[in-house]
């Protein structure tokens, strides 16, 4: 039973243009989660988190929404560049649990110049 | 400030052969994680150890998978025998009690067992 689901495996955007990518959960005791973006032959590297309690977190050109009714994340880059381009993971971790994350299949983003 | 570091970075070997990754997480950080991705079932946990201490092992596949903390610089995964289906990236990540949940991965160590 996948408890963090992204349902894109791929993701072209122009140049320029805002890419958003999704996620959904099932576990309700989820109350944290991350996106990590990750290049070929590299280890996935953390890139934005939001806690529960929260709707949106800001990071520069990268914004994470939550809605927790919906369980349901995004991921908005604005504006994208061809450097965007990777592997995106969306993760949740809950306090019960140790906080051990668990992964989405992952999005892969190709950013067109 | 260094990463985690993982070797090799790449393991080609044969199916029998015994075969161990290394890794070395961030100084400082108490909890170290092994995962393995796969096309078929993504990145997922095999084990993860706190102060040294394996805690969680549920991820590990079968008895043939093993995983050691003899001190906090440093783990092992051993697969004995390898066999092909083991190939795979293997990743080591490391992260702080203090910490919500971000880890710190490591390269990966891709392993081919023919």
């Known amino acids: 039973d996948q408890q963090v689901k992204q349902n894109s495996p791929s993701l072209s955007v122009q140049e320029g243009r805002i890419s958003i990518l999704n996620c959904d959960y099932t576990?309700?005791?989820?109350?944290?989660f991350l996106w990590y973006k990750k290049y070929p032959a590299e280890g996935p590297t953390f890139l934005i988190s939001?806690?529960?309690?929260?709707d949106k977190n800001e990071d520069g050109r990268f914004t994470v929404f939550l809605n927790k009714s919906a369980k349901h994340l995004s991921l908005h880059i604005v504006p994208s560049q061809p450097g965007d381009s990777a592997v995106y993971f969306c993760?949740?971790?809950?306090?019960?649990?140790?906080?051990?994350?668990?992964f989405g299949s992952g999005t892969q983003l190709t950013v067109l110049p | 400030d260094a990463g985690v570091i993982q070797s090799p970075r790449h393991e080609v070997t044969e199916m029998g052969q015994e075969v161990t990754l290394r890794c070395k997480p961030i100084?400082?950080?108490?909890?170290l994680f092994w995962y393995r991705q796969t096309m078929m079932r993504g990145l997922e946990l095999l084990i993860y150890?706190?102060?040294?201490?394996?805690?969680?092992d549920s991820g590990m596949p079968e008895d043939r998978f093993s995983a050691k903390m003899p001190n906090a610089s440093f783990s092992t995964l051993k697969i004995q025998p390898s066999e092909p289906r083991d190939s795979a990236v293997y990743f080591c990540?490391?992260?702080?009690?203090?910490?919500?949940?971000?880890?710190?991965f490591g390269p990966g160590t891709r392993l081919t067992v023919l």
């Open positions: 990540a490391s992260r702080l009690t203090s910490g919500r949940g971000e880890q710190f």
């Open positions: 576990n309700s005791m989820f109350d944290y």
């Open positions: 939001i806690s529960s309690i929260k």
């Open positions: 993760a949740a971790s809950s306090s019960g649990s140790a906080r051990q994350l668990t």
């Open positions: 100084s400082g950080h108490d909890y």
């Open positions: 150890f706190n102060n040294n201490v394996p805690i969680d």
